[in-house]
């Protein structure tokens, strides 16, 4: 079973940046999708990036598309993702959360999540 802990969340103010990292237990890290899906207050849970096993494969939701980047570095079996011009909308918990090798939404395994606020 694979286990993921997220870290790099915080307040920030509106059009400033935050990078989340995302550790993953098991020596198989690299067999896996990752992802980060988000939830914010009153709100369904909703998908945000994936990076598939090799990170050749890379999903974006329409509304983090040029601000959000995903990556991961196998070596140290971790993915980051740099959030950039952020929104007062973006304030929610961030998720990772892995999957099958080739996943667009990979969602077999989930982290506690951590609290990114953005203010006005």
């Known amino acids: 079973q694979v286990q993921v802990v997220e870290s790099g969340g915080g307040l920030v103010q509106a059009g400033g940046s935050l990078r989340l990292s995302c550790a993953a237990s098991?020596?198989?890290?690299?067999?896996?999708?990752m992802g980060w899906f988000r939830q914010a207050p009153g709100k369904e849970r909703e998908f945000v990036a994936a990076?598939?096993?090799?990170?050749?494969?890379?999903y974006y939701t329409a509304s983090v598309k040029g601000r959000f980047t995903i990556s991961r570095d196998n070596a140290k079996n971790t993915m980051y993702l740099q959030m950039n011009s952020l929104k007062p909308e973006d304030t929610a918990v961030y998720y990772c959360?892995?999957?099958?090798?080739?996943?667009?939404?990979?969602?077999?395994?989930w982290g506690q999540g951590t609290q990114v606020t953005v203010s006005s």
């Open positions: 990076i598939s096993w090799n990170g050749g494969n890379i």
């Open positions: 098991g020596p198989t890290f690299s067999r896996y999708a």
């Open positions: 959360t892995v999957g099958p090798a080739y996943s667009d939404r990979p969602r077999d395994y």
